[in-house]
């Protein structure tokens, strides 16, 4: 194993950990706004390992350009996405669930 392989091999690995730790962000935090959150962090930057995982496989540059275009594509679609779900949920007055330790628990507002 070379080390292009190896580095591959690494970036594909983090790249399915980020995709895990969005799928448990999805799963575990408690509203719309903090699982949007861990998809859109997480999975962009697990698409972003993979792609480049496999990039460093690709048996051409115009194939490893290929996967890097796709990784720009889905960056902004999840971009896009993710904002027209956060503001929907907005205009049906979806708030965000605060602790109550937190500065904002107590009356809504941040002073600083």
């Known amino acids: 194993m070379g080390a292009a392989e190896g580095l591959s091999a690494l970036l594909l690995l983090l790249g399915a950990f980020f995709y895990l730790a969005g799928t448990v962000g999805l799963l575990r935090f408690p509203d719309v706004y903090a699982r949007l959150h861990a998809l859109t962090k997480a999975d962009n930057l697990g698409l972003g390992c993979v792609a480049a995982g496999l990039a460093l496989q690709a048996d051409s540059l115009a194939a490893a350009l290929k996967l890097v275009l796709i990784w720009l594509l889905v960056l902004a679609a999840s971009t896009v996405t993710a904002q027209a779900i956060a503001r929907r949920a907005q205009e049906l ?5 605060l602790d109550a330790g937190s500065a904002h628990a107590v009356d809504g507002r941040d002073d600083a």
């Open 93 to 97: 007055g979806v708030s965000p669930r």
